[in-house]
């Protein structure tokens, strides 16, 4: 902890305190430390192995010295000098008492030894944990990252700056086209346009009336129009009915003068 603060306050006062703060820094600085950690555990697994054994080698010494002794009491006793098995015995009994609690130690040696080594096996499987969740979350603080960059790709192209900027565009356009239909409305109403008019009226009936002197001077007669025709048929109709109307009129008038000469004859 007083390490990991240091290299913090360090960090900060190199102004590199970002730095720190990021993912892929913090996670490969953790998996230094778990690698380092294990290494300190392995060294302390092995001094506790060493001692074990140690106490091993000692505890076996002692057994064989207690034999040892043992087998010389049972000469003495055998040679009939009980005072020297006694005495053999009584050391004997010194050492079965060192070797009891040298015995006791070994066990627990051996119990500390299998513990460190069970702690060791542990860290070991907890440490291939962790790597391998650490590319896990490398792999994601990656994607992440494209993610973002995707995101804020896509958010400049639909900012409401371009939008609008579209939307000025549009309204500009639609100003200029309304700006060239009015230009052709005021062309249209002008004196100049309505004197090309009449001059190209002009030239037409100009252009109608050499066309006919040419169909006169080639002897092709020029058909009445259809409309005029129609026209005069109408003329002539109402022509004729008029006429008739007159001579029916003056038919009674001459009817009814006759019939009052007759009647004054008559009287006389």
Known sequence: MLKRFFRYIRALLMGKLDQMEDPEIIINESMREMREIQIKNREKAVQAITQKNNLQNLVSQEEKICADLEAKATIALKQGNEDLARQILREKGQHDATLANMRTSLQQAIDT???????????????????????????????????????????????????????????????????????????GTSMSSKLAALQDSQVDVQADQALADLKTKLGISTPQPATETAANVTTGATATDTDVEKQLSELETKIQQTQSGGTSTTGS
Request: proline share 0%; aromatic share 2%; glycine share 2%.
């Open 113 to 187: 030894s299998e513990g460190v080594k069970l702690a060791i096996q542990r860290a070991e499987e907890q440490f291939r944990v962790k790597t391998a969740e650490a590319l896990a979350l490398k792999a994601n603080m990656k994607q992440a990252q494209i993610q973002i960059a995707i995101g804020k790709a896509l958010d400049s192209l639909q900012s409401d700056e371009t939008s609008q900027s579209w939307d000025r565009a549009e309204e500009r356009i639609r100003n200029m086209q309304s700006e060239a239909q009015a230009r052709n409305e005021i062309a």
